[in-house]
């Protein structure tokens, strides 16, 4: 599945117009497609959407980073080098309620421990003292379909999900609302039953995932050290 494909005019095996049986669709294709990567990437979370570090550094005194315009949500968020430590994920409420003030009211400058996010900011519990080096893994947007980006993970690992979410929209284009065996309701089950299948093959590409060895004692004298997993 790619989008030359997917945007061709009926008689091209695969496009939307093709499976509709309906040579008026093919120049609604793309508004169509635009809508089901939207379907999509509002509900799944897949690791192939997570970025690698990206690395910045924090202006002190200023209590945020700004969002990445692609950030679906963040994942990780960690402060590098000497001071290398994680800053969790908290409410807002939460991150407000660690606002600290000096004798004159002004915000006391500390090391971020923890941070909230909005529409534009990653928003820390504190201003920063120091010009701390960050990295941030995120959720990322993937770029959408077109002629110059014609395929993606999904349309190479999940394309029955993107053909129902697809379809979805193509059966309201052509009022296809509750009539027949592929209507509406037929593709809004499908799409469901095919997000939750990704989303459960991303979350068991982690399931190697195992917490460290933890040294507990010998394993009696001249013995090997015995671990607990």
């Known amino acids: 599945m790619d989008w030359p494909t997917l945007t061709g005019a009926?008689?091209?095996?695969?496009?939307?117009?093709?499976?509709?049986?309906?040579?008026?669709?093919?120049?609604?294709?793309?508004?169509?497609?635009?809508?089901?990567?939207?379907?999509?990437?509002?509900?799944?979370?897949?690791?192939?959407?997570?970025?690698?570090?990206?690395?910045g550094t924090m202006t002190i005194g200023t209590d945020s980073i700004p969002v990445p315009p692609d950030c679906l949500e963040p994942?990780?968020?960690?402060?590098?080098?000497?001071n290398q430590s994680w800053i969790e994920q908290k409410t807002i409420r939460d991150v407000m309620g660690q606002w600290a003030y000096d004798e004159s009211g002004a915000r006391l400058q500390q090391q971020p421990l923890?941070?909230?996010?909005?529409?534009?900011?990653?928003?820390?519990?504190?201003?920063?003292?120091?010009?701390?080096?960050?990295?941030?893994?995120?959720?990322?947007?993937?770029?959408?379909?077109?002629?110059?980006n014609p395929t993606n993970f999904v349309t190479t690992t999940y394309?029955?999900?993107?053909?129902?979410?697809?379809?979805?929209?193509?059966?309201?284009?052509?009022k296809e609302s509750g009539t027949g065996s592929f209507d509406r309701t037929y593709w809004l089950q499908v799409f469901g039953d095919e997000i939750a299948k990704a989303q459960i093959e991303s979350d068991e590409a982690r399931r190697a995932v195992q917490v460290g060895a933890m040294f507990i004692g010998g394993g009696g004298e001249g013995g090997p050290p015995m671990f607990s997993w």
């Open 159 to 174: 394309p029955r999900l993107l053909r129902a979410a697809c379809l979805i929209t193509a059966t309201e284009w052509t």
């Open 75 to 82: 994942h990780l968020l960690m402060i590098t080098g000497t």
């Open 10 to 55: 009926r008689g091209t095996p695969g496009s939307l117009a093709d499976f509709l049986n309906n040579s008026t669709l093919a120049p609604s294709a793309p508004f169509i497609v635009q809508e089901a990567e939207a379907m999509i990437y509002r509900r799944l979370r897949h690791w192939q959407m997570l970025t690698s570090p990206t690395t």
């Open 114 to 148: 923890i941070y909230a996010f909005n529409q534009t900011n990653i928003v820390f519990d504190n201003p920063p003292d120091q010009a701390y080096p960050y990295a941030l893994v995120y959720y990322q947007q993937p770029a959408p379909l077109s002629a110059n």
